[in-house]
């Protein structure tokens, strides 16, 4: 929850300086290193504990090299502490590295997170469907049936590449659509209005039944092409040569209240 957090105040908002993404970050990894303590505590064996503190030390490398210019503002900070340490973890048993962070994690400062003066929460509302319509949607089972979406965006950094609908059906199973760059129009500063279809089909579909369309912002965290132009440390000799494990996470955040619609297929004629 701590990481899904960290995620949401990196991407969901925009007027977030590179100080404050720096703290997101340390945030990030301390979380990471309390999810390695946790998991060392109900893992048996330590086989499983080898690839995940090798990963954990990668995400230290890539955080120095990533923000090598910060670090002196950092003093007696959690990363500040590991990299002071970093000679002895790269030569730790799993068990031995899991103590180190532990204790760290006590000792290390707190780093307060500045909030900068324009700072805007990325929202989404959806028009239509509206969700409070008694009249389903039919169509025959087995074939396609186009259901109109109209939602307004606000404080969207980039909402052609990074807003995505999602229809979620009855057994669970989920759709992912991306609108076309022409399905969104930018009405005034910070706003945008998209009007797409999304094409619904379900083979298993006999019975009415609701679904549920919500907005999603999609993000990817790579940092590696800033990472890449930083020297490897001296310590990092002794780590594999593995690209940094924040390459390429990505992920989505809801970001609009979900509307149910309510579905009605009819049999395929035989």
């Known amino acids: 929850q701590i990481l899904e957090e960290t995620y949401k105040m990196e991407f969901m908002y925009s007027g977030v300086e ?10 990030r990894l301390q979380a990471k290193a309390l999810q390695l303590i946790v998991t060392a505590r109900t893992t048996r064996g330590v086989e499983p504990l080898f690839g995940m503190c090798e990963k954990f030390l990668q995400e230290v490398d890539s955080f120095q090299r990533c923000f090598i210019s ?15 340490l970093m000679p002895r973890l790269v030569t730790s048993k799993p068990s031995e ?26 929202t989404a509302n959806i028009i239509e469907p509206t969700g409070e319509s008694d009249n389903p949607l039919r169509f025959t089972s087995g074939l396609v049936v186009a259901l109109d979406v109209d939602a307004t965006l ?78 490897k440390s001296a310590w990092n000799e002794s780590l594999e040569t ?27 004629r035989r």
């Not at 103590?99 to 990325?122: G, N």
């Not at 022409?182 to 706003?191: E, I, K, S, V, Y």
């Not at 940094?244 to 209240?257: A, D, H, Y």
């Open 154 to 231: 606000e404080h969207v950094q980039d909402p052609q590449g990074t807003v995505k609908v999602q229809v979620l059906y009855p057994d669970g199973q989920a759709q992912l659509i991306h609108p076309k760059p022409a399905d969104f129009r930018n009405p005034g500063p910070g706003r945008h209005r998209l009007i797409t279809q999304v094409y619904l089909s379900h083979t298993a579909w006999t019975e009415p039944c609701q679904i549920e369309v919500r907005l999603l912002l999609a993000y990817n965290s790579n940092r590696s092409k800033a990472a890449a132009k930083v020297p």
């Open 18 to 27: 590179s100080r404050q993404v720096v703290i997101i970050h340390h945030m």
């Open 97 to 122: 590295v899991v103590k180190i962070l532990q204790t760290t994690l006590r000792q290390s400062t707190f780093l307060h997170l500045p909030l900068p003066e324009q700072l805007h929460r990325a």
């Open 242 to 268: 593995l690209p940094p494990s924040e390459n390429g996470i990505e992920g989505t955040i809801p970001f609009s209240k979900p509307v149910k619609v309510f579905i009605m297929p009819k049999p395929a």
């Open 70 to 84: 910060e670090l002196p503002h950092m003093q007696g900070s959690f990363v500040d502490k590991l990299l002071d």
